[in-house]
């Protein structure tokens, strides 16, 4: 029985795109976009807890009136946080965790937080409530108390993030070529993108490689990122953890070598890609090391062939797949 096509879906997501942040979470709004390009209806309620119950309560109330006099089918929550606004059930229910909803978010010096152990824990009593729970990451599911769950990483839009002409796309972009771009991508004050590591890796490499520079484009249109991609010479990844980090697809889609430390399905992806170096520590001579043998290299990857199954629109149909057995399993 076809089960998807007049399905209405409530999406509640703790981040969604705002004035002050336009460009955030384009992974969640490329699935909503596909999701609707399918025939699914999906209404999207967004709100921002940060770190304070009261918003959270607030948020519950203000769910209570968006879903007055509308019906749904089944509710998915956008991280584990999500789903508290979701409790006590009504609808089947759908959880995606993405990374920081199990892992914990650190402090602003990188350490374990208070707040980091809170949300890990209660990420992991609401995962008892869902009926069908998706993950971006296999390894995601030691975090968890049950061992069932769907794994389906964020998707990309390949006919954005693909190969260009590096040098033309300087020219456009003002950098010089002969340039040792390092592409870092989130932001600097993130504690867990550990922005002042890469920083450090980059100054030891300068040492021996003096045209290197960091870059760091931050609050710009998703559909730009590309051009940096294809400028730089490598992407730095220096997380202290991720769950599936789209920016390590998005790079592979576009042949731009990876550094990474071992975080999320990083080394599931690279490690097996010639021109890629997945880092053994977060020390940063170590990374130093892995950018200046890459940088030496200086030679595009064969890194789209491995992301072709992460097309955006073979993704969707497996969301849809798993929308269905949740109301199957309600």
Not at 107 to 130: E, I, M, P, T, W
Not at 219 to 228: A, C, G, L, R
Not at 283 to 291: G, K, R, V
Request: net charge positive; proline share 5%; hydrophobic share 40%.
């Amino acid at each position: 029985m076809e089960m998807s096509s007049n399905l209405r879906i409530l999406m509640i997501t703790s981040e969604w795109p705002s004035m002050d942040e336009p460009y955030c979470v384009p992974f969640i709004v490329r699935q909503v976009k596909f999701l609707r390009k399918s025939g699914i209806h999906v209404d999207v309620f967004h709100f921002r807890g940060r770190k304070n119950p009261l918003n959270y309560a607030r948020a519950k109330i203000a769910l209570y009136r968006y879903c007055n006099g509308k019906s749904y089918d089944l509710v998915h929550a956008q991280w584990g946080q999500s789903a508290f606004l979701a409790i006590p059930r009504k609808l089947p229910l759908v959880i995606t965790y993405r990374g920081t909803d199990l892992e914990g978010l650190p402090d602003k010096n990188g350490h374990d937080s208070q707040y980091g152990k809170l949300l890990s824990l209660g990420s992991r009593v609401v995962s008892r409530f869902a009926n069908q729970i998706i993950l971006v990451s296999d390894n995601l599911g030691r975090k968890l108390p049950t061992c069932t769950f769907h794994v389906i990483p964020s998707g990309i839009d390949l006919s954005l993030f693909k190969p260009m002409d590096r040098g033309k796309i300087r020219n456009q972009l003002g950098y010089q070529q002969n340039q040792s771009i390092v592409l870092f991508v989130g932001s600097s004050e993130n504690p867990i993108k550990r922005y002042r590591l890469a920083k450090r890796a980059v100054e030891l490499v300068k040492n021996d490689i003096p045209t290197v520079v960091l870059i760091n484009p931050n609050n710009i249109p998703h559909q730009i990122m590309p051009n940096f991609f294809n400028a730089s010479d490598v992407l730095l990844l220096t997380s202290i953890h991720e769950g599936s980090p789209n920016v390590v697809k998005e790079a592979l889609a576009c042949n731009l070598p990876v550094v990474s430390t071992d975080v999320g399905d990083v080394r599931e992806r690279i490690e097996n890609i010639e021109g890629c170096i997945v880092c053994e520590d977060g020390q940063p001579s170590t990374i130093a090391e892995a950018l200046k043998q890459v940088l030496n290299r200086n030679s595009r990857i064969e890194g789209r062939n491995t992301v072709l199954n992460l097309d955006e629109n073979l993704l969707t149909k497996k969301v849809i797949a798993v929308y269905n057995k949740a109301l199957c399993h309600a």
